[in-house]
């Protein structure tokens, strides 16, 4: 087996392509990995295990369509992380989000099927839906994104589908909450917080700290991406939720304990234009249809997650996400 994994320096790809090296999914041992990735602020080559006898790394571009046309042949699948994903940037304005997101998605799409790759998972987010008060959202919702960044995410997410309409390419949509763990780019709330912390400083607060996401540890999310590649069905979407919900002000409160700092370094500021109120996935079809549940707790991994920040400063305090 050969996968192609985009954006497989960056966090979440990159946990996914070390779990696949280690043999971490049954069925899939021994599979070849070839990494696609631009190596933006957000890629770090020190993610990946680079002298692994079964991981191929091309530093490229999903827009780079003479690359793809080269590259994908051989693959029996693609797992698509890429994108651009921090919100706050995205409102300052960003063009790359709709290259990167939007383009690069078509471009990929186009590949895959020009390549004849027999599938593709296309990793999204819950942000596509938009904010909502109560309850939570299956994948019938309609899409109604509320920052550049979303809509972008939204964008890719359609053409996607449009593809496996079209075209009738096997992909696979998925859409998760909120993601922590090891290995995240500080830009994040969570690493950014608690290196922060650690550092001695004051972390900024939004508004009245009362909006509400799910999280969910990495390696959860990975391995329902993988699900979603070995048996999801052709042209589906999966919802990936945890059902921990926090405050930004809970979750703060939290950080702030587990670093050892008290409510003098939380500064509030202004709340950022478009801000969601609240985020809530009904992951039912995920956990009916593939038998998947998430594992890590939100205390535990938290924990965990500050530990891991506490022992690898050299990864944080790097003047550069590159290598």
């Known amino acids: ?54 991981l191929e790394f091309v530093h490229g ?125 500080t830009e994040k709330l969570i690493p950014r917080f608690v290196t922060t912390l650690l550092s001695g400083g004051r972390v900024p607060l939004y508004g009245d700290g009362g909006n509400v996401r799910e999280w969910l540890h990495v390696e959860d999310h990975c391995r329902a991406v993988h699900s979603a590649l070995a048996h999801g069905r052709s042209g589906e979407i999966y919802n990936i939720g945890s059902t921990e919900e926090l405050t930004n002000l809970e979750l703060t409160r939290r950080l702030l304990e587990l670093c050892g700092a008290d409510e003098r370094s939380v500064e509030r500021v202004a709340d950022r234009p478009g801000h969601d109120r609240r985020y809530s996935l009904d992951a039912g079809k995920i956990r009916t249809e593939l038998g998947w549940q998430p594992r890590v707790s939100l205390e535990q991994g938290l924990a965990d997650t500050v530990d891991w920040y506490r022992k690898e400063t050299w990864w944080w305090q790097r003047p550069t996400n590159r290598d």
Not at 27 to 36: D, I
Not at 109 to 132: F, M, N, P
Request: proline share 5%.
């Open 1 to 54: 087996m050969k996968l192609l994994v985009t954006g497989g320096a960056g966090f979440i790809g990159s946990h996914y392509v070390r779990t696949l090296l280690e043999d971490g999914y049954p069925g899939w041992e021994g599979a070849h990995v070839t990494v696609l990735d631009a190596l933006t602020y957000a890629g770090n080559r020190a993610n990946l295990p680079a002298s692994h006898p079964r």
């Open 61 to 185: 571009d999903i827009r780079d369509r003479a690359l793809l046309a080269e590259l994908l042949p051989g693959h029996d699948a693609v797992v698509h992380f890429a994108a651009e994903s921090h919100v706050d940037r995205s409102v300052c304005g960003g063009p790359e989000f709709v290259e990167t997101n939007v383009v690069g998605t078509h471009a990929l799409l186009e590949a895959v099927r020009q390549a004849k790759v027999e599938r593709i998972v296309c990793v999204s987010t819950d942000e596509v839906y938009g904010t909502i008060d109560e309850g939570s959202w299956t994948e019938d919702f309609p899409l109604l994104p509320n920052s550049p960044y979303a809509a972008a995410k939204a964008g890719s997410d359609l053409i996607a589908r449009a593809y496996w309409r079209t075209h009738g390419l096997d992909v696979v949509i998925t859409r998760c909450c909120n993601n922590y763990g090891p290995y995240q780019h």
